[in-house]
């Protein structure tokens, strides 16, 4: 069995605001998530946050520590500002072609916004869905994310 990556959700499932571990608002998107998401504690994505998760499936009780758990089953490989910001897939069962392509579909949506938003502020986009990660290489982005926490 795939070892169950502890995290915590950031974003409710239709939610347009995603939250800091304090509360802040992180980002505000425009449009809602279709499931929710979160971030796994003691880890740094390249993009200095922690690493991103989308649940797939429903959600389990929290532990004692307050953490959910789910066995993970894939990545998104996606690009924010230029650095790379992995979105974990979790859940007791892996997507079929229909949930990656869903899943899919909704970052490249949020990549599309976020292209636009950077032109109008007059920035240059560097935002782009880069495609699906099996769960081999999922593991090794959340092991590099680990290392760089530290």
Not at 5 to 34: E, H, M
Not at 50 to 62: M, T, Y
Not at 87 to 93: D, F, P, R
Not at 102 to 128: N, V, Y
């Amino acid at each position: 069995m795939s070892e169950r990556v502890p995290f915590r959700i950031t974003v409710a499932a239709g939610s347009f605001v995603k939250r800091r571990a304090d509360g802040s608002v992180d980002y505000r998107s425009p449009l809602p998530c279709p499931f929710p998401y979160g971030e796994v504690p003691d880890t740094r994505e390249a993009d200095g946050d922690p690493i991103d998760v989308v649940v797939w499936g429903a959600l389990p009780p929290p532990d004692a520590d307050g953490l959910l758990r789910l066995p993970l089953q894939g990545a998104v490989d996606f690009r924010d500002d230029g650095r790379s910001d992995t979105k974990l897939v979790l859940g007791e069962a892996a997507p079929g072609r229909a949930g990656r392509l869903a899943i899919l579909a909704f970052f490249a949506t949020l990549a599309a916004a976020k292209r636009t938003r950077h032109r109008l502020r007059r920035r240059a986009p560097d935002d782009a869905l880069l495609g699906w990660l099996d769960v081999d290489a999922a593991r090794e982005r959340l092991r590099a994310a680990r290392e760089r926490q530290g």
